[in-house]
């Protein structure tokens, strides 16, 4: 009867609220990735005066958890002129974060400084520095101003707007007690018992959303698998799904790179103190207490993973991680066909998480407009740095506010009619499609076919081998060998792997040909006519290892007339974990592969024969792109990828760092799974 109450007086103050957000009734149809006239009023909408002058802040206000552990929330309301907390319930939007909410409340404060934070977003909007060896820089700035710190933090427009937002410590990190679960089974109830709790609080209306980027944006996924009856719209920024093939351990290479810096940092921020508390004499000594017994975080499994030179010898929750049957692996894994809440997935071609984020979107079970997908030519720490131009997309703030005001207040402004799937095309411009891979229609549908490599040399890379991409089967029967290397120290993984830290400076990101010197590249003819790039990727590799495993990475590259080789996607294999889970995996009309997910799992763990064949079937995440006339296709194979990957001790020793073959055989061709569109010449 309560809720029933709220979503009356909800739908009647939306109603109130149309003159004063400057939407009508008669809302405008978005057109194009820029939404037209609609995308016009959205951002108006989030730049213009709210209904509340000011922002009302409850520190540290206690949640209790069924467990009865106590998670700590700041809470965000609107205010009037005199700074007080208004008393209608409005719609509520949380963020569950690692990271300490003191984190968010002080990016907040930095950017809330009347009259100078406004004007310092704008020069962050407005720097561009393309062309400049700084372009990573600026496009960092970029984001910052397009909306990503106000996603991370908090939106004091949104909430001056008519929005409470609650900012709350996941258990274990931050001011919350507890030991930290890391996005398993308790800390997922944490977030469902937190929807709850917040829809219940005289501040809500009873409706609920999230937002958050990164693991706040892992978590609402997470919770809207859950199906929590308040939850009615998420707007999730660089999500994943798959925990482990996205990060963790993609392919069975550990995430050497990112993990290590990702897990100093949640755990150095756990252990900050609330010092309000203890000036006050209320400390927490249970927080205090939770600490000593959790102090390193997973940090603890890291080291071991490294240290222990045999599987028996290693730390169990290291085999717990690579196995595809515990349920600590199964913890990890999503599952978006269980989501029914109306979803924002915002991603990039080279995020952590790419791989996942167009599944995410193809899974849930919504019509096109319920559900979204927005995906930029950017890394993890600048999403929405190319949007906000001519022709692109509004602000992620700006998408975000229209989002919560058609879903949580129930405002006609068209979001829903936007989109669906909106793309930042790599060498090309923004556009909007119905659908990405396999959910494309058909006049958008891309044409899968093979590219064979072959030895055949194209005279257009200096690396280990310059061979070639054929349309048609060759009969090359070379067995090419390359061996691990450090040159992908240099590379687009590598930026990747530092969530985009590396591709501030333009050095190695941009460009694969420091990489590609101890590569194995093969090279297409140009293209005669601009060809689009569109859906996921598979690579079918002949191999022989000389030892019990080996380690594969492979790059799909644009390479222009001067030589740039522009990493489009990418995808990496440990030999011994190459069995695939066909019930999740996908192939093209063809019959060959476009998504070979392997079980990357130790129970499923094959041994390589050295001196055999090995087939390999490498899975590279779903892109977007354009060759351009005059540009040529490329796909590059390593033998590792570190720092992005390394894989745990006792799998390298197997691999004995020792050269791998690639087998050119007429009878087992090795080949790319291409999706095109356009008259390539090929």
Request: charged share 20%; with cysteine.
């Amino acid at each position: 009867m309560k809720h029933a109450l709220r979503a009356t007086v909800s739908a009647a103050a939306a109603a109130l609220l149309l003159p004063v957000a400057g939407i009508t009734a008669d809302a405008a149809i978005p057109t194009g990735p820029d939404g037209g006239a609609a995308g016009a009023e959205w951002t108006t909408t989030e730049d213009g005066q709210q209904q509340y002058p000011n922002v009302f802040i409850d520190w540290d206000v206690p949640i209790t958890m069924s467990d009865g552990t106590v998670l700590k929330a700041n809470v965000y309301h609107p205010a009037d002129a005199a700074g007080h907390p208004i008393d209608s319930p409005t719609p509520t939007v949380v963020n569950m974060t690692p990271y300490t909410k003191l984190v968010s409340n002080v990016a907040d404060s930095a950017f809330s400084i009347p009259g100078l934070s406004d004007a310092l977003l704008d020069v962050f909007r407005n720097i561009h520095l393309d062309g400049t060896p700084l372009t990573g820089f600026g496009e960092l700035l970029n984001a910052a101003g397009n909306g990503e710190l106000r996603n991370f933090s908090v939106d004091r427009q949104l909430i001056r707007s008519g929005y409470t937002q609650v900012v709350v410590d996941v258990r274990g990190t931050g001011f919350s007690q507890g030991e930290w679960d890391m996005l398993r089974g308790r800390e997922q109830q944490d977030t469902v018992e937190v929807i709850d709790w917040a829809s219940e609080q005289g501040f809500s209306n009873g409706r609920i959303g999230m937002n958050g980027l990164s693991y706040s944006a892992i978590n609402q996924v997470q919770a809207a698998e859950k199906q929590p009856p308040a939850l009615k719209a998420i707007f999730p920024i660089v999500p994943g799904s798959d925990l482990i093939d996205d990060v963790l351990a993609p392919g069975g290479g550990f995430g050497f790179n990112f993990i290590p810096l990702w897990l100093s940092a949640v755990n150095g921020l756990k252990w900050v103190p609330d010092l309000a508390s203890i000036a006050n004499g209320a400390f927490d000594f249970t927080w205090l207490q939770d600490r000593v017994n959790d102090p390193f975080g997973y940090l603890d499994v890291l080291m071991s993973a490294y240290t222990s030179t045999d599987m028996n010898s290693i730390d169990p929750r290291v085999k717990d991680m690579l196995n595809g049957f515990s349920q600590e692996r199964q913890e990890w894994l999503g599952d978006p066909a269980k989501i029914q809440v109306p979803t924002f997935v915002t991603g990039g071609w080279h995020d952590l998480f790419t791989y996942s984020e167009s599944k995410i979107y193809n899974q849930i079970p919504l019509p096109p407009g319920q559900k979204q997908l927005l995906m930029g030519n950017t890394y993890h720490v600048t999403s929405g740095a190319d949007v906000n131009r001519v022709g692109a997309p509004p602000r992620l703030d700006v998408l975000q506010r229209a989002w919560f005001d058609k879903w949580l207040k129930g405002i006609d402004n068209g979001i829903d009619q936007y989109g669906p799937v909106t793309l930042k095309q790599q060498g090309g411009g923004w556009t909007t499609q119905g659908g990405f891979g396999p959910t494309a229609p058909v006049s958008e549908a891309a044409d899968y076919r093979r590219m064979y490599l072959s030895s055949q040399r194209s005279g257009t890379a200096n690396s280990r081998y310059d061979g070639s991409l054929t349309a048609d089967a060759n009969g090359d029967t070379d067995r090419l060998t390359v061996a691990p290397g450090l040159s992908t120290v240099c590379s687009n993984d590598a930026a990747q792997a530092t969530a985009g830290i590396l591709n501030l400076v333009d050095a190695c990101a941009k460009d694969s040909r420091i990489a590609e010197t101890n590569a194995l590249t093969f090279t297409s003819a140009p293209v005669v006519e601009a060809t689009t790039v569109s859906g996921p990727i598979a690579v079918h590799l002949n191999t022989v290892q000389d030892a019990a495993d080996g380690y594969w990475t492979v790059t799909v590259n644009d390479v222009a007339p001067d030589g740039q080789s522009t990493v489009l996607t990418s995808g990496e294999l440990m030999a011994s974990l190459r069995q695939v889970d066909e019930a999740n995996s996908s192939r093209s009309a063809n019959g060959d592969y476009t998504d070979p997910r392997a079980f990357t799992s130790l129970d499923k763990r094959e041994e390589t024969v050295p001196g055999e064949a090995t087939t390999l079937d490498i899975a590279l995440g779903g892109t977007q792109a354009v060759l351009q006339p005059g540009h040529r296709l490329r796909v590059d194979v390593f033998a590792g990828n570190f720092p992005k990957g390394l894989p745990i001790l006792p799998m390298l020793i197997d691999t004995g760092l020792k050269p791998e073959h690639l087998q050119l055989d007429p009878d087992r061709p090795s080949f790319v799974n291409i999706p095109v569109r356009g008259n390539t010449g090929w």
